[in-house]
Each structure stands twice: as C-alpha cells, then as structure tokens.
T-cell receptor, first 116, second 112 residues
Framework: NAGVTQTPKFRVLKTGQSMTLLCAQD?????MYWYRQDPGMGLRLIHY???????AKGEVPDGYNVSRLKKQNFLLGLESAAPSQTSVYFC???????????????FGPGTRLTVT | TQLLEQSPQFLSIQEGENLTVYCNSS?????LQWYRQEPGEGPVLLVT?????EVKKLKRLTFQFGDARKDSSLHITAAQTGDTGLYLC????????????FGTGTRLQVFP
C-alpha cells in the first residue's frame, strides 16, 4: 500500500514553460485535491475532484488546470509557469463525506517547484 | 484574508513547557480537524472535533472546539522534541462538505 504518491519530487522551470504534476492513490478514494503551500499561508486549495471525470475550482485556480481521467490519478498542469507559482504542491485524497462527517485527508509527500 | 487564522505563527519553547495554539474564524464550521506536518512530508491528521464545546485528548495533546463552532485550540502539556512541526487546523463548512479550509499554520520548535 503506497498511499498517495506524487511525481516529480522537485522541479525547476523557466518562466513560460509547462509541466504536469502527477498524483496517484491506491486507497480507492473518490475525492482528490491539489494544494499549494507557501510560508505563512497554510495550505490553499487549487482544484479538486469528487470522482472520476469531475473537477472543480478551489481557492486559487488561476494558472492551473487539472484532469481526473482515472479514479486513482489526478493531474495538475501548469500551461505557462510564472515565478508566482513557485511553491510546494501537495496532493491529497479521501473518501466522500457521509452524513456531514469529513474523513481524514491522506497527503502525498509534496513536489517542490521553482520557477525562475 | 484567510478564513481561519492561527496564532501564534511561530513558537519556540524548551522541552517540558506547556503551550496553546489557537485557530479562530468569524465563520461557523460543522467540524474541525487538526493536522501535524513534519519537514519534507505531507500533513497527517491528529484529530477531528464535531460538536461545539467538545474536548478530545490524544496523550499530551488536548483539543477543544469552541461552543459556537468558530474556533478551536490545541494545548500541549510538557512538550517534547518530537512535537516539533507545523500544526494546521482545517474546518469543514456545513453547506460544502466537499473540501477543507486550512488555517495559516503554527510552526512549533521544541528545544531539548
């Protein structure tokens, strides 16, 4: 059981370049999330998905796109990277909430992205 | 502005001391979670509180959910170096249970 895995672990991009971050989970979770973490700001939600084939915007979606073609994978794309997107990116997954109870989110180890 | 504000932002203490971390909002949450994150890793859930006024204990950690469900606190008794990390509160809104709203975080350093 690998849990939540993220690739790559580190990446340096030049302004204007594109890249895709991959998140995979083997816990059969319906819900998946992409967050960015910046100093003093906790975790901010970029996009999320409540099931295969669905995506929704979070708090800071501009400059990012996502896809959930398979239940176990959630991809985060940067079409034209900007220095403001320098951050640590975390993927998380969880079971869908039942009767208002939110279950534990399981996080990947993170991807450190630097845009120069 | 962040919906969930944590204080203090940084805390540096000696082993054996007690401390309290606060998580405050002007909004009501149906439930609240606390996570701890160690360097180079993702956050890990510590506890979920769901009832106003609820108190939960996890060994030396005591979590409280405010009566009005707008705030929470984490109290650590006799801190140990292993408690070092980033503590994050995260709330769930009653009308949107699909996602968590994370607080700004409190970075705790416990020195021997």
């Amino acid at each position: 059981n690998a849990g939540v895995t993220q690739t790559p672990k580190f990446r340096v991009l030049k302004t204007g370049q594109s890249m895709t971050l991959l998140c995979a989970q083997d816990m059969n979770h319906e819900y998946m999330y992409w967050y960015r973490q910046d100093p003093g700001m906790g975790l901010r939600l970029i996009h999320y998905s409540v099931g295969e084939g669905t995506t929704a915007k979070g708090e800071v979606p501009d400059g990012y796109n996502v896809s959930r073609l398979k239940k176990q994978n959630f991809l985060l794309g940067l079409e034209s990277a900007a220095p403001s997107q320098t951050s640590v990116y975390f993927c998380a997954s969880t079971h869908n909430p039942r009767q208002g109870v939110f279950y534990e989110q399981y996080f990947g180890p993170g991807t450190r992205l630097t845009v120069t | 502005t962040q919906l969930l504000e944590q204080s203090p932002q940084f805390l540096s203490i000696q082993e054996g001391e007690n401390l309290t971390v606060y998580c405050n909002s002007s909004s009501v949450f149906s439930s609240l979670q606390w996570y701890r994150q160690e360097p180079g890793e993702g956050p890990v859930l510590l506890v979920t509180v769901v009832t106003g006024g609820e108190v939960k204990k996890l060994k030396r950690l005591t979590f409280q959910f405010g009566d009005a469900r707008k705030d929470s606190s984490l109290h650590i008794t006799a801190a140990q170096t292993g408690d070092t990390g980033l503590y994050l509160c995260a709330g769930i809104r009653a009308y949107n249970t699909d996602k968590l709203i994370f607080g700004t975080g409190t970075r705790l350093q416990v020195f021997p």
